[in-house]
């Protein structure tokens, strides 16, 4: 292992140890979907468990992770409530239900499942927070986090410590009250810049116990009409089934035990995309490691290149950094021509991109980059290059001229 230098403890688990040992962590995992919704009882918790399930069955490695502190109903969902997992000095085993699905939870730490959780705001932060640090998930193809409703302090700490790779799909009923909780989830996740996969209507319309028939009791749609009018996908809407209930209450899954019925067809169409979307996906980051071919030309004899730095060197977090190097470079010379360093505006939504415009900038090269700024950027008419791997701001511009520049994943160290 490294020699731990981060010269503010003596080491056995400052801060930047544990930062250092979550991004390890989340970096071992393909795809992270964390599972929102406007507020409780909208199906969020049966929407994580199938999808886990699905993907699972469809032959993907995949962890479920439950910290919906309010009531952490996973355990129960899958017939796993009178399990506890492995618990080491340093790390959590999850708990397996099948040789491709572990899930953790923090009701396994209940000592009655049946007890109301009541705890205090910094004990629950707290909590998520060792969960995500703790649980030893190994190489997965997809985490499926059952995350807090709303989107208050606990959901923000959630998707703040995955980080801004992590897919929202977001959980609504048809009624006109949860579609307002639901235009804020994706506010939150614009904010915080994680992409949105997309929006689940779950109890949309009702299938008949008599004849499978579905039958529109509420005005179902407006998830779909949501989605259209923010721009989201919109991944299909799951029917109030009583059968759901009662899997949900006896432990056994939907999607493997009702193949054939309209709710599993639904449920197979929301995880269809998921997965298609988990090649895709694949197949982008293999573009983004193959260098010649991912990086993107900027027009113009003379560039000028955004990279944000700390000490002199690209720091993985454009958002946070100390100050920003503005490389100007002569690309048929492929020479550098000078560099600036200039301290950005305080971080808000939306106000880099806006201000690494106003110094003429035409491309940024930064190490990681949630999907929304990449788009903000994009707006203002400036290239983005993620992945890069660190280094001085002229040697990272000379490397994109020769188009030698290595990349890796879309990693953000905040
Ligand atoms: P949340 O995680 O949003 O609080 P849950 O997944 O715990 O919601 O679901 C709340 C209740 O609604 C549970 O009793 C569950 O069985 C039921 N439920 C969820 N989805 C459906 C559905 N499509 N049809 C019928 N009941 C459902």
């Known amino acids: 292992m490294a020699e731990h230098k981060c010269g503010s403890c003596s080491g056995g688990g400052c801060a930047t140890q544990k930062e250092d040992k979550l991004q390890k962590k989340m970096g071992r995992i393909k795809h992270k979907l964390v599972i929102l919704s406007g507020k409780g009882g909208v199906g ?9 399930v699905g993907l699972a069955m469809a032959g993907q490695k995949v962890g479920l992770l439950d910290v919906d502190v309010h009531g952490p109903s996973i355990p ?3 017939s796993l409530s009178n399990e506890k997992p492995h618990i080491e000095k340093d790390y959590i085993e999850p708990v397996p239900w099948s040789k491709n699905l572990w899930v953790m939870s923090l009701g396994f730490m209940l000592p009655d499942n049946k007890e109301a959780v009541i705890w205090r705001g910094p004990v629950k932060m707290g909590l998520i927070k060792q969960f995500l640090e703790d649980v030893a ?3 997965l193809d997809f985490l499926v986090v059952d995350c807090p409703p709303g989107t208050g302090d606990e959901p923000l700490s959630t998707l703040q410590l995955i980080g801004p790779s992590a897919y929202a799909v977001i959980v609504t009923t048809p009624q006109g009250v949860a579609i307002d ?7 939150f996740c614009h ?8 929006i689940v209507e779950n109890m949309s319309g009702f299938v008949c116990p008599k004849c499978g028939e579905r039958v529109d009791i509420f005005n179902s749609g407006g998830g779909e009409a949501l989605a259209r009018e923010m721009g989201v996908n919109f991944l299909g809407s799951i029917p109030m089934d009583p059968e ?3 899997s949900g209450d006896e432990g056994y899954i939907y999607v493997k035990t009702h193949h054939e019925s309209e709710t599993a067809r639904a449920l197979g169409r929301i995880i269809k995309p998921i997965l298609e979307l988990a090649g895709t996906l694949q197949e982008e980051q293999k573009d983004v490691s193959s260098v010649e071919s991912s990086l993107p030309e900027v027009e113009g004899k003379e560039i000028k290149v955004a990279i944000p730095t700390a000490g002199g060197e690209l720091c993985m977090h454009f958002g946070h950094c100390e100050k920003f190097a503005f490389v100007t470079a002569d690309t048929e010379k492929k020479e550098i021509l000078g560099v600036e360093f200039l301290t950005p505006p305080p971080h808000e939504p939306g106000v880099l991109p806006k201000w690494v ?7 940024v090269i930064a190490g990681g980059m949630g999907a929304r700024a990449q788009s903000l950027f994009t707006e203002q008419g400036i290239k983005v290059v993620v992945g890069a791997k660190g280094g001085k701001p002229e040697e990272i511009v000379k490397a994109y001229l020769d188009k030698k520049l290595e990349l890796g994943q879309n990693v953000c160290d905040h």
């Open 44 to 52: 969020k918790s049966t929407v994580a468990a199938n999808i886990a």
């Open 76 to 78: 129960r969902l899958l």
């Open 137 to 139: 998930w190994g190489d």
């Open 181 to 187: 909780d639901v235009r804020r989830s994706v506010t």
């Open 191 to 198: 904010q915080l810049g994680n992409p949105i996969l997309g």
């Open 244 to 246: 759901v209930v009662r």
């Open 357 to 363: 415009s106003e110094q003429g900038a035409n491309l």
